[in-house]
């Protein structure tokens, strides 16, 4: 059993920065890629960045050049650095932790852009 903990999400000023933290239990973690989802009030969940298991990482397009996602093997932690943060960035944000055939999901953490 795969359990998934969100931490960092907060209110922050347009242009500001927070970090996020997905801890992982268990040992499957080097084995597994992981994501970040995001879900708006009203929008479907999207994915923003990906990163597997051999640090190769992936942006939506929206995110690109303002967020960073890494992973800490030693800590079984994956995190989203985000910068620059807009209004349309505000959402629930999930980790997913992937390892075929299954998939994971945390309870979310909510990051709120305002000013």
């Known amino acids: 059993q795969v359990q998934l903990v969100e931490s960092g999400g907060d209110l922050v000023q347009p242009g500001g920065s927070l970090r996020l933290s997905c801890a992982a239990s268990g040992s499957r973690f080097t084995r597994a890629n992981m994501d970040w989802y995001r879900q708006a009030p009203g929008k479907q969940r999207e994915l923003v960045a990906t990163?597997?298991?051999?640090?190769?990482?992936n942006y939506a397009d929206s995110v690109k050049g303002r967020f960073t996602i890494s992973r800490d093997n030693s800590k079984n932690t994956v995190y989203l650095q985000m910068n620059s943060l807009k209004p349309e960035d505000t959402a629930v944000y999930y980790c997913?932790?992937?390892?075929?055939?299954?998939?994971?999901w945390g309870q979310g953490t909510q990051v709120t852009v305002s000013s």
């Open positions: 997913n932790l992937r390892i075929w055939p299954r998939a994971y």
């Open positions: 990163i597997t298991t051999d640090g190769s990482t």
